[in-house]
């Protein structure tokens, strides 16, 4: 009769099968880990400059806020809290902010989605993917110069426009936005 041993005999037998089990619970933490990265990582989504024509003739009450900026642009990261408080704060009115990324293409992947992750970024995040910056620019507004941070508050509905092409505080996103809404 052949005996059943639950660990191996020698000490090398049992080196190998350790060895084992923590590369299988090293691959595993690994996959866990990436799993659970992604759940929190926000999709940003590829837009065309016909997106933002959408939205300029969006003949709804919607007040759409719609901020230019790019990770390498310091006052535009500055502003940043503002908006997500803007749009923390008018979640519940017919407000909607959406942060229009100018990066280059080739960083989404490497600088823009881990810059959105670790500035915990909840709002609306897109990337305008276009070559030719000079083909949208004046679709935003005939005023600007391509200057970043820049911002569009706009609802046609409400016959309302305002363009800021400067770093915005909390007070004057908050007042255009009140004015658009009693507009």
């Known amino acids: 009769m052949r ?3 639950l660990f191996p005999a020698n000490s090398f037998q049992m ?3 350790l060895a084992a089990i923590m590369k299988k619970l090293l691959y595993l933490s690994v996959v866990l880990l990436f799993s659970v990265a992604s759940l929190h990582a926000q999709d940003i989504p590829y837009i065309k400059s016909d997106q933002i ?3 300029k003739n969006d003949t709804s009450n919607t007040v759409y806020v719609l901020n230019f900026w790019a990770t390498w642009c310091a006052p535009c990261v500055a ?3 503002d908006f997500e408080k803007l749009s923390q704060e008018y979640a519940d009115k017919d407000v909607r902010v959406v942060l229009i990324s100018t990066d280059f293409r080739r960083d989404v992947e490497k600088r823009l989605k ?3 992750a670790k500035k915990k970024l909840e709002g609306s995040v897109v990337f305008i993917d276009e070559t030719t910056p000079n083909k949208w ?3 935003v507004s005939p005023e600007w110069t391509g200057a970043i941070p820049a911002t569009l508050v706009v609802s046609k ?3 309302f426009e305002q363009f800021f092409e400067k770093q915005l505080h909390f007070e004057e996103l908050e007042a255009a936005v009140k004015a658009a809404l009693n507009n």
């Open 114 to 116: 881990p810059f959105v």
């Open 157 to 159: 509905g409400r016959g």
């Open 15 to 17: 080196q190998a099968l």
């Open 53 to 55: 024509t959408a939205w």
């Open 79 to 81: 502003e940043l809290p």
């Open 137 to 139: 620019i004046d679709l």
């Open 3 to 5: 005996t059943f041993r």
